[in-house]
């Protein structure tokens, strides 16, 4: 969220495709106009009074939720503050991609916290208890925080600190009190964190004696028919999925508490559901190229990303009209795509490409393929049931990609060819399937924004840890005792199958702006440009035009890069048309 002020809070105006009402006569456009001047004229309580007016007709009105919390936030009122922010992330999700504003907010408005985070850095590596981070309140000063809970339900904590301090908090809930329904709550909240990250949190041998023990009580309880305690089985769930407790299914014969209900869900039912999926899935090849099938069992091992929520409030726009949103000054022929927008997604993992694909643009049907049958049965099942007449899934090798018989409009390819052997052979092969004025969208990763990974990379081999998640665990906190450590500003440290591939992967390949301006120039392809967020785009910009530069020349984009080597430290994303 690159906010410069907490005022700003989630966001001021709605990330691209938001949803808003547009006509000018419209009486919550109006509203919502009205709340706007008021809340930038500093007039917080009428201001408060014309979004709650708002969001009585628009209750999904997501920026009115936001812009309401910001003003809460001003007047300070932390949990009503924090109850919007809640409602803003509930209905547009997508704004957890900007996790460092989140969790800006969620320390704004929840003080013990963002203390507590402090704390925990100022520690390391020495470990902080329950108490020595929250004070004497305890769990109670954050437990029932509304913004909280939801962030950790929704995506991985992606910030040191944070982890840190989650990490304490659920040690203190493996010997919790099993009558206090907020306790429950909170460790219920926990126990899905645990599972959306894939267990990646740190453990102490006592901890991991004590979970065993936990694991062995419960399967017998289970065994014998005897009762659980909730907020035991709830802990379990914080160190260990539940589907791999001896006996496990007989858990949904019993009645639970909403909150343990959904987590049995998310590690039982949703389970079944993709087990029961593999059969749904239609086999395009076999797959027996080395480096395909290494790959291929890295992404059975740990579908990646484990997603949770479905961006919402998105209004699809032509393809047209988002390359010149995105790129205002570049020259390009419109495909002139209002209708049918027929889509590749090459690569799509568990689906979360493919899905913002067919919200993103009109008309747009995809076919999503991917190496992967576990993590296409993760994207089926993740697939709303709006979306899914639109979305057909395909298992299949990119190098055998020409047997299809069929060509797109359009291709996105930005997860996969960097785990090729050779990127430039799967571009080529996908070009073959583009046709003529098709657009791609790509991404490869960077030889000068990956170089402390690459050293990362060494650390590890030197180091012999293996891509186990017991693994990828002691290797994290070994990085961050390390000036190493930086690599933690990746999103991607923060999950085991996200860690995993960021860090251990089987293939690995990285690319410079000649080597992709060279076989940009052999293909007879326009270079439309780069992924940038709206802020990077906006200093691009300047930058050129003070210098005379066009936005399109890669030889100049290389120079850029040269002097600023964090540019694409990320990956290069990049748009280009076939001729």
Request: glycine share 6%.
């Amino acid at each position: 969220m690159n906010r410069k002020q907490r005022r700003s809070a989630l966001k001021q105006s709605p990330p691209a495709g938001a949803n808003r009402a547009s006509s000018a006569g419209d009486p919550a456009s109006q509203l919502f106009a009205q709340a706007q001047h008021l809340q930038q004229q500093n007039k917080l309580n009428e201001a408060a009074r014309l979004y709650k007016r708002l969001l009585l007709l628009k209750p999904d009105h997501a920026q009115a939720c936001n812009n309401l919390g910001v003003v809460l936030l001003a007047q300070g009122k932390l949990k009503e503050a924090s109850a919007r922010f809640a409602q803003a992330l509930t209905l547009m999700p997508q704004l957890f991609e900007q996790f460092n504003g989140v969790c800006e907010t969620l320390a704004g408005v929840l003080p013990p916290l963002g203390e507590a985070m402090r704390r925990a850095i100022a520690a390391w590596p020495n470990r902080l208890n329950a108490d020595q981070l929250l004070g004497g309140a305890g769990l109670a000063a954050i437990g029932a925080d509304p913004m909280l809970l939801c962030m950790l339900q929704s995506v991985p904590a992606r910030k040191a600190g944070l982890e840190l301090v989650l990490t304490a908090l659920r040690g203190a809930l493996l010997t919790g009190d099993a009558k206090d329904d907020g306790l429950l709550a909170f460790c219920c909240a926990m126990a899905k964190q645990c599972f959306i990250n894939e267990y990646v949190f740190a453990t102490t041998p006592d901890e991991d004696a004590q979970v065993n023990r936990l694991k062995a009580m419960l399967g017998d309880a289970l065994s014998a028919g005897a009762s659980i305690a909730p907020l035991r089985l709830a802990a379990l769930a914080m160190y260990l999925p539940l589907h791999t407790l001896p006996g496990a299914d007989a858990l949904l014969a019993h009645a639970w508490p909403p909150a343990l209900n959904d987590v049995l869900t998310q590690q039982l039912r949703e389970l079944r559901q993709e087990l029961a999926l593999r059969s749904t899935i239609a086999r395009l090849n076999t797959i027996d190229d080395d480096v395909s099938l290494r790959v291929q069992r890295q992404y059975e091992e740990n579908p990646y990303p484990r997603w949770v929520r479905v961006a919402g409030n998105v209004e699809p726009v032509a393809i047209d009209q988002h390359l010149r949103n995105k790129f205002p000054t570049a020259a390009f022929t419109p495909l002139g795509k209002t209708g049918e927008l027929e889509v590749l997604v090459a690569g799509c993992g568990t689906g979360w490409q493919s899905t913002a694909v067919v919200q993103s643009y009109q008309g747009a049907r995809v076919l999503a393929v991917d190496l992967s049958l576990s993590s296409l049965c993760y994207a089926k099942r993740m697939t709303p049931p709006a979306l899914a007449g639109r979305i057909e899934y395909l298992q299949g090798d990119i190098l055998k990609l020409g047997s299809l018989q069929r060509s797109f409009d359009m291709i996105d390819v930005t997860g996969v060819l960097h785990h090729m052997a050779d990127p430039l052979e799967g571009w080529r092969i996908l070009l073959n399937l583009l046709r003529s004025g098709g657009i791609m969208h790509l991404g490869f990763y960077s030889e000068l924004g990956r170089r402390d990974l690459a050293a990362a990379r060494a650390f590890i081999a030197e180091r012999g840890h293996a891509s186990t998640p017991a693994d990828i665990r002691r290797c994290r906190q070994d990085l961050f005792k390390t000036p190493l450590g930086g690599v933690a500003r990746f999103t991607d440290f923060f999950s085991t199958s996200e860690c995993r591939d960021l860090l251990f992967h089987v293939q690995e390949s990285r690319l410079t702006i000649p080597t992709m301006k060279t076989f940009i120039d052999s293909q007879a392809l326009k270079f439309i440009g780069f992924d940038l967020d709206a802020a990077a785009a906006q200093n691009f910009r300047a930058l050129f035009a003070a210098n005379g530069w066009s936005m399109s020349d890669l030889d100049k984009w290389h120079a850029v890069e040269t002097q600023y080597p964090d540019t694409f430290s990320s990956m290069y994303q990049l748009w280009v048309q076939k001729s």
